[in-house]
């Protein structure tokens, strides 16, 4: 079944009789039914396939996160979802290949936040008392009190966290208590972003470093 967007006049999602419809990047597109090939895959098609399945498996491990972090990308009509935004932000800028040849995640350039707001500079977290203590430069764009700032914490051994609006831009320092990572014993990755709350507009996530 298929789903007519925009009118009579529009594109269409989904399979109509033997051809298939999509929307990819802001144009819609028809294609007929794939063919199963008969030559093996090369190893560029099988490391492809290998960073496409680690993409989706780490997007769906911080799926709620890349949900509040890709919302207002996904207004844009990009065609994509959120979860499809993030998956392609981290096959396209956030996978390496390791010693062995094998895709891993480069967690400094992961993006969990994706906006048009200036990102926050200078930044630093460590634990302290077994608190959490974030510094960046005060942007003074930022001066308004409907600029927050958000915090992810990502850990690739257990679920992670995601807290919003913990403090205001231009305060350019805060303390933030999580009891249930005091607890643990794994590492978490933290990213932190800036937030308009008025026009709902984000900026990109920066990496902090590990904690």
């Not at 007929?32 to 490391?47: D, E, F, I, N, V």
């Not at 926050?120 to 302290?128: M, N, Q, S, T, Y």
């Not at 607890?183 to 932190?192: G, T």
Request: with cysteine; aromatic share 12%.
């Amino acid at each position: 079944m298929a789903i007519l967007e925009d009118g009579p006049n529009g594109g269409f999602r989904g399979k109509v009789g033997s051809v298939y419809g999509y929307n990819l990047n802001g144009k819609w597109v028809i294609r007929g039914s794939r063919r199963k090939s008969s030559k093996p895959p090369t190893h560029a098609q099988l490391t492809h396939r290998e960073k496409m399945k680690l993409a989706g498996k780490f997007c769906g491990w911080i799926k709620p996160i890349v949900n509040f972090g890709y919302q207002f990308e996904e207004s844009k009509k990009s065609g994509l979802g959120k979860f499809q935004l993030a998956q392609q932000q981290i096959l396209k800028n956030a996978i390496d290949l390791d010693v062995e040849n094998r895709p891993v995640i480069n967690m400094e350039k992961v993006r969990v936040f994706v906006g048009e707001l200036m990102s926050p500079e200078g930044v630093e977290a460590r634990w302290e008392d077994d608190l959490l203590k974030l510094h960046w430069i005060p942007n003074p764009k930022y001066r308004d009190s409907t600029f927050k700032l958000n915090l992810a914490l990502v850990s690739l051994d257990r679920e992670g966290d995601l807290k919003m609006a913990i403090a205001d831009a231009w305060q350019g320092e805060c303390t933030v208590e999580i009891p249930r990572f005091k607890m643990d014993k794994f590492d978490y990755h933290v990213y932190i972003g800036f937030w308009d709350t008025y026009q709902g507009v984000l900026s990109n996530s920066t990496y902090c470093g590990v904690i």
